[in-house]
T-cell receptor, first 114, second 112 residues
């Protein structure tokens, strides 16, 4: 799985839009980009997944440029409850290979202040 | 609730004791994964099953660790002769094929 680089921490205020960028220079053709959210003492929660351009769901948007060497998770109008660690992962999640494990980095610790 | 469940949620044990954790995946998911997470780190892969077959093991999975998924449904992770270094959150995830992995709430282990 490709290695990812993301900021260690970010601060924001309630109501702001937060953008977390992840670099994945060695992404492979079959790799998808997936983001998870994790609250303390809970398991990671799937947020969004994409392959190229833009993906949006009820929680977030994911922007992926044409070269796919980076991606940006966008959280609109964050609230205090969005304070969590956010992990960016790349891998062939939808490819019929034998390897299935996810490789997590340390993630980005987002702190939302009132 | 049809998500991944884990039992127990917390376990305190003394060094040298054996512990066993259980994971119940989402019912239609054929893949089940175990991860370990220590404080301030992301989850680290331990092993995974496709149906009842254990297909991959991490080097983190020492010979004191064993995992089973006898009928391709729930799985157990056993740690024998626990050590203080085994203290961590043990996470289970499941997926349909190599699709999105959904995680359970985890079992927090403290070895005294």
């Amino acid at each position: 799985l490709a290695k990812t680089t993301q900021p260690v921490s970010m601060d924001s205020y309630e109501g702001q839009e937060v953008n977390i960028t992840c670099s994945h220079n060695n992404i492979a053709t079959n790799d998808y980009i997936t983001w998870y959210q994790q609250f303390p003492s809970q398991g990671p929660r799937f947020i969004i997944q994409g392959y190229k351009t833009k993906v949006t769901n009820e929680v977030a948007s994911l922007f992926i440029p044409a070269d796919r060497k980076s991606s940006t998770l966008s959280l609109p109008r964050v609230s205090l409850s969005d304070t969590a660690v956010y992990y960016c992962l790349v891998g062939a999640f939808n490819y019929g290979g034998s390897q299935g494990n996810l490789i997590f980095g340390k993630g980005t610790k987002l702190s939302v202040k009132p | 609730d049809t998500g991944v469940s884990q039992d127990p949620r917390h376990k305190i044990t003394k060094r040298g004791q054996n512990v066993t954790f259980r994971c119940d995946p989402i019912s239609e998911h054929n893949r089940l994964y175990w991860y370990r997470q220590t404080l301030g780190q992301g989850p680290e892969f331990l092993t995974y099953f496709q149906n009842e077959a254990q297909l991959e093991k991490s080097r983190l999975l020492s010979n004191r660790f064993s995992a089973e998924r006898p009928k391709g449904s729930f799985s157990t992770l056993e740690i024998q002769r626990t050590e203080q270094g085994d203290s961590a959150m043990y996470l289970c995830a499941s997926s349909l094929g190599q699709g999105i992995q959904y995680f359970g709430p985890g079992t927090r282990l403290l070895v005294l």
